[in-house]
C-alpha cells in the first residue's frame, strides 16, 4: 500500500541541504542559446508546425463541408472531387507533421550533443584540484543522467509548447468573436492556473534538482565502490556496502517520490480548472440563455471551444512536468561550465618554443586545500641536462614538487622559474608539452598496446613504438601477448601486472622524447633486474635532459647530479650522492638502513 | 526481460488502486457531456433555473471529485513507480555484489553503472506515466469503436478493419525501436566510458597534453550516441503520420462509403456524421498512443539491459559440500601443484605451483614483473578458483570453507591502494565494523601512520579517498595496510604494498607486524624486506624457481643471486652475503 498519507514529512529535512532551485527562466534560455546556431532549421520546423496545424483544422472543416453539401445534398460526383481533395490535404497533414518531427529530433540531438562536449571539454580546463573534491561518478553522472534528462524533453516539448501557443490564440479568437462574455468566463482560470503552477514549481524545481543530485550520489558510490570491488571482495564486504547503497538509494527514492508526486498534480489541476470552467460556461450561459443574452447554439459552440481551448493548456502542463526536471539536469551540468577554468589568468602569457632545462625553485611553498602546509621554504636550481633525484621519507613532499613544475597546482608562494621565465607566466599547454611524465600511478586506457605507448607520441610509426617499448624493456613480455602489440587491454588491467604497466609507463614518456624528464616512482613494482635493465636506457634518455626522478631505491639514484633530501615539506640536505653520504646524515641513514636492517 | 518488470507484482494494490482512480477520472470526463445536455436540454430550454443550478452544481462536484481522484493517483504513481526503481536498483547492486571477477569482465563498470541508474530511471518513467494514462489511450479507442458499431455496424466496419493493421504497425514499431533504442543504451555507455577513463586519467592526460585526442574520442561516442538516438526517435515520429493518414483515408472511405448509402436510403446523415466524429477522436488518441509506444520501447530495451545483470550466472559460488562451521584456526597454508589460467585467456599464469607455509610464519614473493605472483595471491581468498591442484588452509581445501570465513580471515593489501570516500576512521575501520576506536588508532600506530594522520586537518575524522585530501602514495599504502591489520587477521597478505615506503618506515612496518602473530605473504622486490622473511619463494614465469631461506637460496639459486646483486652491487653484495651468513644461520 501506498504509504503517502502516513508518511512523515521528509521535505523539511530535505530543504535543509543546500540544494537551491535557481532562477529557472535563466537556465531555459541558456538552453535556449544552444538553438541558435540552427535557427534556419529550427524556423523551418515552426513553419511546419503552422502548415501541419492549420491542415488539420481544414480538414476537418472540408468533411463538414462534404457532408453538408454532397451527402445531405446527394452530389456523388462533387463529393468525390472533394474527397480526392482531402486526400491531398490529409498527405500534406502527415508529411508536415512527420517533418517538423524529423528535423526537431535532429536540432535536439545537435544540442544535446553539444551540451555534452561542452561538458567535457570544461573537463579537461578545469585544474586538478577540482577532481580532488569530486567524485567520479558523480561528475559522469551529469553527461548521462543529466544531459539525457534535457535530452529527452528537448524532443518532444518544443513542438508541443508551440503547436499547444498556436491552438491556444486561435481559439481565442474565434471564442471572442463569439461572445466576449463568456470568453471572460473561460480564461478566469488562467490566474488561477497561473497561481497554481507557481505553487507545484516551487516544490517540484527544487526536489527535482535533489532527486538529480541524489541520482549522481548513487552514481559516484557505485563507480567507487566498482573500482575498489577487489577490496570489497577481499575483506568480505559485500553487506556493509549493500546496506550503503541502500540508504542512498532510500534517499534517491524519497526525492524522487515528492517530485514525482508534486509534479504528477499538475495535470490533475489543469483538469480540475478545465472542469470548473466547463460548469461555470454551462452554468452562466444557462443563465445567460434563459435571460436570452446569447443563444443555445452559441453555448454550445462554446463548450467546445473551451474543449479545444484546455487540450493545448493541458499538454502545456503536461510538457512543464518534464520540462521541470530537464531544468534541474540543465543546472547540474551549467554548473560545472561555469566553474572557473585552469587557464584563467593566462592572458599574457607566452609560448615557450624551445626549452634548454635550466628549472630554479625560489622560496616555494605550496599546501593542498584545507591541508596543513605541504612544502615550504624550497629553494634549489638545476642546471641544464643535470638529473635530479628527490628523495625522503613518505609525504614529504616529492610527488608535490612534480606538480608544481608541471602546474598541476601552482605555488602559493615564491616562483618556478624554467630557463629564467616563471612558469606562470608560461601556458600550461606550451609548458607541459616540453615534458614527459612517468607518474606514480601508470595509468592505461581501454586500448591496444601500440595505443597505449603511442599516447607518447601521437604522430609515431609502429616501428618507433616498438623501440620505445624495447628500450623500456617492454618488448619481451609483449610478444608473449597472444595479439602481441595489437593485444587490447581492458580498463581492469586484466591480464598483466602492474609492474607490466609501468614498463608501458616508461615506453610511452621514452617515445616522446622531451626535454625535460620527470619519473615519479617510474620503476616501484618493477623487479630489480628488469629496473637494471631499463636503468641503462632511462640513463641514456637522461643525459642530455633535465630530469627529475622519485625514487626509494636509493641505489637507482647514484648516479644523479644532484639529490634533494625531503623532509615535512622542506630541503633538508642536498648534494651528490658522495656528498651526501660524507655528512653523515639523514641520506647517509637513509642509503645504510638498505642494507642494515636493524637486525 | 520479464522478471525485470515481474518485481511490480509487490505493488498490487496501490496499482490497482492507481488505475481505479484513473478510471474514476475517466468517468468523470465522460459523464460530462451528459450532464452538459441534461442542463441544456431540462434547464435551459425549459428555462427551469432549479435544474441549471442541480445539475451545475452535480458538475461542480464531479469536477472537484475527479481532483480529488486525481490527486490521489498522484501519490500511488509516484509510490509504485519510485518503489520499483528503489528494489531494482537495489537487486541489480546485490547482484552486482556476488558478481565474481569473471562476471564483472562482461559488463564494463561504466555499463553497470548505467544499468543501475539510466536504465532504472527510464523503467521507473513508463512506470509512473503507465498507471496515469496508459489506460486512457485503450479505452477511448475502443470506446469509439464500440460505440460506432452500435451506431451503424456497417459503416464502423471500416474502422473495425483498420483497427488490427493499426495494432499490427504499432507492434512492428515497438520491435524495431525497441532494439534500436537498445542500441542507444549501450552507446550511453560508450559515452560514459570514455567520461570515466578521462576522469581516472585525467593527470595523465594533462600531462601529456591529450586533450584534443580525448577530445576527438568522446565526441566519437557522442556522436554514436547522436546518431543512434536520431535514428531511433525518428523511427518512432514517423508511426503518428502513418497512423493518422490511415485513420484520415479510413474517414474518406465511411464518407464515400456512407453517401453511396445514404443515397439508396439504407442509413441517416445523422449517422455518418456520428461515425466521423468518433473517427476524429480515435485519431486524436493517436498522439498519446505514440508517445507510449515511445516510453514502452525505451522501457523495453532498458528492461533487457537490466535483465542481463539479474540473469548473469554466478561462477564463483560456494560448492555444495561447503562445511558451514568451518572457519580458519590457526592459518597453515599449503599450495599443491597449483595451476592456473584467468578464465578469459589461454595461457596458464602459474603452474605446479607448491609450497607450504606454516602458521605464524612469514613467506617472501620475489619474482620478475609478470611472473605470477599476483595471480598466486589471489586464489588464497578465493577471488579465482585454482585452474588445477588445490590450495589447502589448515589442511582444508579452500572450497569448502564458507567463502564470507574464509575472507574474514585474510587480510589483504592490494598493490594499488584504493581508499574510498569517507573518513580515515572510516577507511581503516572498513575492515572491521564493530572495531573500536582504540583498535583503529592501535592499527594506524602498526600500519606507521598515526602519526601523519594526526597531522592532517580534523585527524581521523578527515575525508580521504576520491573526495579527500591529497595523500602520497605511501600514505595510502599505510592506509590500506591498516585496514587490513585491524581485522586481526589469521592471514596477512601484502602484495608490494610497501613499495611507496621508504626503508625506514618499512622496517617499522614489519616489526610491527611481527607481533600480530598471522601467517604473512609478502610479495616484495627488495631483498632487504625478503632476508627478514622466514621462507622465500622466487617465482619465474609462473613456475617455483627456488624456494628456502635467503641464505639457502643464495647458495642454489642464480636467479636469486642475480637479484641480489642488481640491488647491491658487487661490493655490497658481499656484505650482505656475509652478514646476513653470519647473523641468521
Known amino acids: 500500500m501506498s504509504k503517502g498519507s502516513n508518511r512523515p514529512h521528509p521535505h523539511n529535512h530535505l530543504f535543509g541541504e543546500k540544494v537551491k532551485p535557481k532562477n529557472w527562466s535563466s537556465t531555459v534560455k541558456r538552453i535556449g542559446s544552444y538553438f541558435s ?49 482531402l486526400i491531398f490535404v490529409f498527405i500534406g497533414q502527415s508529411v508536415s507533421i512527420w517533418l517538423q518531427n524529423y528535423w526537431m529530433i535532429g536540432i535536439a540531438q545537435q544540442t544535446v550533443y553539444r551540451m555534452r562536449n561542452d561538458l567535457f571539454k570544461q573537463f579537461h580546463r578545469l585544474p586538478i584540484s577540482f577532481f580532488d573534491k569530486r567524485q567520479h561518478g558523480e561528475l559522469m553522472s551529469r553527461v548521462t543522467n543529466d544531459i539525457e534528462n534535457v535530452s529527452s524533453t528537448l524532443n518532444s516539448s518544443f513542438i508541443q509548447v508551440f503547436s499547444s501557443i498556436l491552438t491556444l490564440v486561435g481559439t481565442v479568437g474565434v471564442m471572442i468573436y463569439l461572445s466576449p462574455m463568456l470568453t471572460l468566463i473561460s480564461l478566469s482560470i488562467i490566474p488561477l492556473m497561473f497561481f497554481g503552477l507557481k505553487w507545484i514549481t516551487k516544490r517540484t524545481g527544487a526536489r527535482f534538482k535533489e532527486q538529480q543530485r541524489n541520482l549522481g550520489e548513487i552514481n559516484g558510490y557505485v563507480e567507487e565502490i566498482t573500482s575498489g570491488q577487489r577490496i570489497v571482495k577481499s575483506f568480505s564486504q559485500e553487506k556493509r556496502v549493500i546496506e550503503e547503497f541502500m540508504i542512498k538509494n532510500e534517499r534517491l527514492k524519497e526525492s524522487g517520490y515528492w517530485a514525482q508526486t508534486f509534479s504528477g498534480f499538475i495535470p490533475k489541476l489543469m483538469n480540475v480548472l478545465n472542469n470548473g470552467s466547463f460548469a461555470l460556461i454551462a452554468g452562466v450561459g444557462g443563465v445567460l440563455a434563459l435571460n436570452g443574452k446569447v443563444s443555445i447554439g452559441v453555448i454550445v459552440i462554446f463548450v467546445e471551444y473551451s474543449r479545444q481551448f484546455t487540450r493545448p493548456l493541458n499538454d502545456l502542463a503536461n510538457q512543464f512536468n518534464t520540462l521541470l526536471s530537464a531544468v534541474a539536469g540543465a543546472e547540474r551540468v551549467f554548473e560545472i561550465l561555469d566553474e572557473s577554468k585552469e587557464e584563467r589568468d593566462e592572458e599574457e ?43 625522503g621519507p613518505t609525504g614529504a613532499g616529492k610527488t608535490t614538487v612534480v606538480n608544481l613544475l608541471s602546474r598541476f597546482y601552482d605555488a602559493d608562494k615564491g616562483q618556478i622559474l624554467l630557463d629564467g621565465h616563471d612558469i606562470k607566466n608560461v601556458k600550461r599547454n606550451s609548458l607541459r608539452s616540453h615534458m614527459a611524465f612517468v607518474l606514480q600511478d601508470s595509468f592505461l586506457f581501454e586500448g591496444s598496446i601500440f595505443e597505449n605507448i603511442r599516447y607518447g607520441r601521437l604522430g609515431a610509426t609502429d616501428e618507433e613504438v616498438i623501440e620505445a617499448a ?43 622524447d622531451p626535454s625535460l624528464l620527470i619519473l615519479d616512482e617510474a620503476t616501484s613494482s618493477i623487479d630489480t633486474i628488469t629496473e637494471v635493465k631499463i636503468q641503462e636506457a632511462l640513463q641514456r634518455l637522461m643525459t642530455g635532459r633535465t630530469s627529475f626522478v622519485i625514487a626509494h631505491r636509493l641505489n637507482t639514484i647514484q648516479q644523479a647530479d644532484q639529490i634533494l633530501v625531503l623532509h615535512d615539506g622542506g630541503i633538508l640536505e642536498k648534494g651528490t650522492h658522495e656528498e651526501l653520504l660524507n655528512n653523515k646524515g639523514f641520506y647517509h641513514s637513509l642509503y645504510h638502513s638498505q642494507l642494515k636492517q636493524e637486525a | 526481460m520479464w522478471k525485470v518488470f515481474s518485481y511490480l507484482k509487490t505493488y498490487r494494490v496501490a496499482i490497482a488502486a492507481a488505475l481505479f482512480l484513473t478510471l474514476a477520472e475517466l468517468a468523470v470526463e465522460l459523464l460530462q457531456p451528459l450532464i452538459m445536455a441534461k442542463i441544456i436540454d431540462e434547464g435551459i430550454l425549459k428555462g427551469d433555473l432549479d435544474v441549471v443550478k442541480h445539475w451545475g452544481t452535480v458538475m461542480f462536484g464531479l469536477a472537484l471529485a475527479a481532483f480529488a481522484a486525481g490527486i490521489a493517483n498522484s501519490f500511488f504513481s509516484a509510490h509504485v513507480s519510485q518503489s520499483y526503481g528503489f528494489d531494482i536498483r537495489s537487486r541489480v547492486f546485490e547482484k552486482v555484489q556476488s558478481f565474481s571477477f569473471v562476471n564483472f569482465n562482461k559488463f564494463p563498470a561504466s555499463s553497470l553503472i548505467t544499468r543501475m541508474t539510466h536504465d532504472v530511471t527510464q523503467l521507473q518513467n513508463t512506470v509512473f506515466m503507465s498507471l496515469r494514462i496508459m489506460l486512457r489511450a485503450p479505452l477511448l479507442l475502443a470506446g469509439g469503436v464500440i460505440m460506432s458499431l452500435f451506431v451503424n455496424w456497417k459503416l464502423a466496419m471500416v474502422l473495425v478493419v483498420a483497427l488490427p493493421f493499426l495494432l499490427f504497425f504499432l507492434r512492428w514499431v515497438l520491435q524495431t525501436a525497441g532494439s534500436m533504442f537498445r542500441d542507444v543504451q549501450d552507446k550511453l555507455d560508450g559515452v560514459n566510458r570514455v567520461m570515466r577513463e578521462n576522469l581516472m586519467g585525467m593527470r595523465l592526460i594533462k600531462a601529456f597534453l591529450r586533450r584534443d585526442h580525448e577530445s576527438a574520442r568522446f565526441e566519437e561516442a557522442s556522436d554514436d550516441l547522436k546518431t543512434q538516438t536520431v535514428s531511433s526517435l525518428r523511427i518512432i515520429e514517423v508511426s503518428i503520420p502513418v497512423l493518422l493518414f490511415v485513420m484520415n483515408v479510413g474517414i474518406l472511405f465511411i464518407l464515400w462509403f456512407g453517401s453511396r448509402q445514404v443515397n439508396l436510403g439504407a442509413i441517416e446523415v445523422g449517422e455518418v456524421v456520428a ?48 562445511d558451514h562451521s568451518l572457519s580458519v584456526q590457526k592459518g597453515n597454508i599449503e599450495y599443491k601443484n597449483v595451476s592456473f589460467r584467468y578464465p578469459d585467456s589461454e595461457a596458464l599464469v602459474l603452474q605446479n605451483v607448491s609450497f607450504s607455509v606454516k602458521s605464524g610464519e612469514t613467506l617472501a614473493i620475489l619474482g620478475s614483473t609478470g611472473s605470477g605472483k599476483t595471480s598466486l595471491f589471489q586464489l588464497t581468498p578465493r577471488l579465482y578458483d585454482v585452474t588445477d591442484g588445490e590450495v589447502l588452509i589448515d589442511g582444508k581445501n579452500v572450497k569448502s570453507y564458507p567463502i564470507e570465513t574464509l575472507r574474514k580471515a585474510i587480510g589483504v593489501v592490494p598493490q594499488e591502494a584504493v581508499l574510498f570516500t569517507g573518513t580515515v576512521h572510516e577507511n581503516i575501520g572498513w575492515g572491521k565494523e564493530e572495531a573500536t576506536e582504540e583498535e583503529i588508532v592501535q592499527a594506524a600506530k602498526d600500519a606507521q601512520i598515526h602519526e601523519t594522520v594526526m597531522k592532517l586537518p580534523n585527524q581521523y575524522e578527515t575525508r580521504v579517498g576520491q573526495r579527500g585530501v591529497n595523500l602520497s602514495g605511501g600514505q595510502k599504502q599505510r592506509l590500506s595496510i591498516a585496514r587490513a591489520v585491524v581485522r ?11 613499495s611507496a615506503l621508504d626503508l625506514k618506515t618499512e622496517a617499522k612496518l614489519l616489526t610491527a607486524l611481527k607481533k600480530y602473530s598471522c601467517t604473512t605473504f609478502i610479495i616484495t622486490q627488495k631483498i632487504s624486506t625478503a632476508m627478514e622473511a622466514d621462507h622465500i619463494l622466487l617465482l619465474d614465469d609462473g613456475r617455483v624457481e627456488a624456494r628456502g631461506t635467503h641464505t639457502e637460496l643464495l647458495e642454489n639459486s642464480p636467479l636469486y643471486v642475480k637479484i641480489v646483486q642488481s640491488q647491491f652491487g658487487e661490493e655490497d653484495f658481499q656484505h650482505v652475503k656475509g652478514f646476513k651468513q653470519t647473523s641468521s644461520t
Open chain 2, 488 to 498: 586481526k587477521p589469521k592471514i596477512l597478505m601484502l602484495d608490494d604494498s610497501t
Open chain 1, 37 to 85: 546556431d540552427q535557427k534556419w532549421l529550427l524556423s523551418l520546423v515552426l513553419l511546419m508546425v503552422i502548415i501541419s496545424s492549420a491542415l488539420s483544422l481544414l480538414g476537418p472543416f472540408l468533411i463538414g463541408v462534404a457532408i453538408d453539401t454532397y451527402i445531405v445534398g446527394e452530389n456523388a460526383e462533387g463529393l468525390t472531387k472533394l474527397l480526392i481533395g
Open chain 1, 349 to 391: 602569457a607566452i609560448e615557450l618554443s624551445a626549452v634548454k632545462g635550466k628549472v630554479e625553485f625560489r622560496d616555494v611553498a605550496f599546501s593542498y586545500e584545507g591541508d596543513d602546509q605541504t612544502v615550504a621554504g624550497l629553494n634549489f636550481s638545476v642546471k641544464e641536462g643535470e638529473t635530479v633525484a628527490l628523495v
Open chain 1, 470 to 512: 624495447k628500450l623500456a624493456n617492454a618488448h619481451s613480455f609483449i610478444q608473449k601477448l597472444p595479439k602481441g602489440y595489437n593485444a587490447i587491454l581492458n580498463h581492469e588491467g586484466s591480464g598483466i601486472s602492474q609492474g607490466q604497466k609501468q614498463l608501458l609507463s616508461i615506453a610511452r614518456a621514452i617515445l616522446a
Open chain 2, 275 to 322: 461515425i466521423v466524429n468518433y473517427s476524429f477522436r480515435i485519431s486524436s488518441v493517436l498522439t498519446i498512443i505514440s508517445f507510449i509506444i515511445m516510453a514502452f520501447s525505451r522501457a523495453k530495451a532498458s528492461a533487457q539491459r537490466i535483465g542481463e545483470v539479474l540473469d548473469t550466472e554466478i561462477d564463483l559460488v560456494e560448492s555444495e559440500d561447503t
